[in-house]
């Protein structure tokens, strides 16, 4: 007998149990699957179970040596019965010997959740009242899985379009995840866990914020993610995204954090979205989550989310870091609940605040706040936070002191049409240059906004004369000039784009953002 | 003059050079305790981009002030 095994008659314990015998085996632990009476409130009298027994013993077979492997047991076996079965009698048999008890118990536990789960088995229930029906397997139901094929190619990647990637292919031979631990929260459960599996999530920006909240959610079994970000992975972030390493470095961050994250947990679809999030793709990112977590670092961003998920109808988890410092929120789409624009009615521009390049930042306190997104989504979609009020949580991680401050819709804040629209439809704010030379060619002036000590890293030949540091044109330091023909550029085309889009309201049309920034042409 | 504990974040506590201070001040509303310390700590935010909390509450700017209220004065802040 193989590893796993069908069989037509009765199964015989006894039998099977001989041949788990070992002298280093210390003990055994069998889990045995006996016909009930019920199901879902119906008498059942009898049932027949069917399989595909060639892919069902290579699949069985392979679940067996999983667990053997992972649990590091002695021997394993499974019989499962086929054909027609009666009320008491055995279905399934499972058994494991090993030097411990715990790892017999475990491995026994991982094959059966796996048998139920992978290995293509029908069961058809004949009911007391003379019907019948064919059963799914309860944990196909609970956690969709796709043997699906690899990434289709065929797609799209340019950066100007909202594509989605998956990518499957790592999950037949990963091990099944075990959310053991979260399940044995009373307030969890089976029940709970089906909810996160069935919950799809999408992830704006995968840096320092972005990295633990997808590693966490991820971890818990989200059925389904989606990872916007449209940087490369650079030395100067692994600091606080240790999720990505030095081999990573020029990489794209979405499509790292996926290969990682399916290393993590094979059951999760992850689809990546290599692109920035812009007023044009927003909605169709939204779309198909139940809920959004906002983890980039400038306000445009936030409060593109904000917007979205205000005209969606979908919860949305914000936090942002400054320092030593955080802030949390979540929007809810209630009535009463504030968003982000009835905190904070007059959008801040980015670089009056400072961001992680310009201010600096620990690593651990993008990640406190992170886990705290994280923490705040599974709440939202377990159904946890119903005792929660809205509020801006800020958190100090110097002094290691915390703060609800109880948030209140701002009746002035129009709900219904969420940042009046603002991106108009004149001039695009954005122009897309290969090369700098080519911008050169543009007839525009070109101005560095960037800092003075980043300006000192750059190679020869990316050397922009004109330079007005965006510190100080935010503090009243130095003008931008009111007349004339300018492109903007800033290092990722993120501040520039800010600053474009601050002067194109003050009534300056001829003012462009570099795309990407230096960045973009550099790669 | 009324004992008013006050605490900065983000970019007024890197002003402030602290994050909590107690002052006495003569200030009948937040919006006159923000002026009063904007001047002292020199912060160069102006008032309508912040939010402020009175005893963990964000607050209107013309809320009156009584002694020993906890003032929060918050920046927005966007790293990530």
């Known amino acids: 007998m193989g590893a796993f095994a069908f069989a ?17 085996a210390g003990g055994y632990a069998s889990f045995e699957g006996w016909v009930r009476d019920h199901n879902e409130g119906r008498t059942v009298q009898r049932l027949e179970y069917e399989a595909f027994e060639p892919l069902g013993i290579a699949e069985g077979e392979r679940i067996v040596a999983e667990a053997v492997a992972r649990f590091g047991v002695t021997r394993a076996a499974c019989v499962h019965r086929v054909g027609s079965l009666g009320i008491g009698e055995l279905a399934v048999w499972v058994g494991v010997s090993a030097a411990h008890r715990g790892e017999a118990f475990a491995a026994c536990r991982y094959i059966i959740d796996e048998v139920k789960h992978r290995v293509p088995i029908w069961k058809k229930e004949h009911y007391a009242d003379g019907n019948s029906g064919w059963v799914n397997c309860e944990r196909c139901a609970a956690a969709p899985r796709s043997g699906g094929p690899e990434d289709d190619h065929a797609h799209s990647h340019g950066p100007e379009h909202g594509h989605a990637r998956t990518d499957d292919s790592a999950r037949s031979t990963a091990p099944a995840p075990d959310y053991s631990r979260q399940i044995a929260l009373p307030e969890v459960g089976a029940a709970g866990q089906a909810r996160l599996a069935a919950a ?8 320092g914020l972005g990295v633990p909240v997808l590693q966490y959610l991820a971890a818990a079994g989200i059925g389904r993610i989606g990872i916007v970000d449209g940087d490369v992975v650079e030395g100067s972030n692994l600091h606080r995204q240790p999720l990505y390493g030095t081999a990573d470095l020029g990489r794209p961050k979405a499509a790292v954090a996926a290969e990682r994250l399916r290393a993590l947990n094979r059951d999760v679809r992850i689809e990546t979205h290599a692109v920035r999030a812009t007023p044009d793709n927003i909605d169709a990112l939204v779309a198909g989550h139940d809920l959004i977590v906002e983890c980039t670092d400038n306000f445009r961003a936030k409060f593109l989310v904000n917007d979205a998920a205000l005209r969606a109808q979908k919860p949305a988890v914000f936090a942002s870091v400054h320092q030593y410092e955080g802030q949390l929120q979540i929007y809810r789409p209630l ?189 | 003059m009324n004992e008013i504990e006050v605490q900065y974040f983000a970019v007024l506590r890197e002003r402030a050079g602290t994050s909590r201070e107690t002052v006495q001040t003569a200030a009948a509303t937040a919006a006159e305790l923000y002026d009063e310390l904007a001047a002292r700590h020199d912060f160069g935010l102006p008032q309508a981009m912040l939010r402020v909390a009175v005893n963990d509450e964000f607050s209107e700017w013309s809320r009156p002030l009584v002694a020993g209220d906890r003032v929060v004065f918050i920046p927005p802040v966007a790293g990530g």
């Open chain 1, 8 to 24: 037509g008659g009765p199964l015989e314990p006894e039998r099977y149990r001989e041949s788990l015998a070992d002298p280093s």
């Open chain 1, 200 to 207: 799809s999530v999408l992830v704006v920006g995968a840096g």
């Open chain 1, 335 to 523: 009535p009463h609940w504030p968003c982000l624009r009835c905190l904070w009615p007059e959008a801040p521009r980015d670089g009056l605040v400072g961001n992680c390049a310009e201010a600096g930042v620990l690593g651990p306190v993008p990640a406190t706040l992170g886990a705290l997104q994280a923490m705040q989504a599974l709440k939202r979609l377990l159904g946890l936070d119903a005792g929660e009020s809205p509020s801006l949580v800020t958190v100090d991680l110097l002094s290691l002191e915390t703060r609800r401050l109880a948030a209140r819709r701002n009746p002035a804040c129009d709900h219904e049409n969420p940042g009046n629209a603002h991106h108009s439809d004149e001039q695009p704010l954005e122009l897309e240059f290969e090369t700098l030379a080519e911008a050169f060619e543009s007839g525009l002036e070109l101005v560095d906004i960037r800092e003075a000590w980043e300006r000192a890293h750059d190679p020869p030949g990316l050397q922009i004369p004109s330079h007005l540091p965006l510190s100080e044109l935010v503090q009243g330091y130095a003008e931008f000039p009111a007349e004339g023909r300018y492109l903007i550029i800033c290092a990722h085309g993120v501040r520039s784009l800010s600053l474009a889009e601050q002067l194109r309201s003050q009534g300056q049309a001829e003012v462009y953002s570099l795309r990407g920034g230096l960045a973009a042409l550099r790669s």
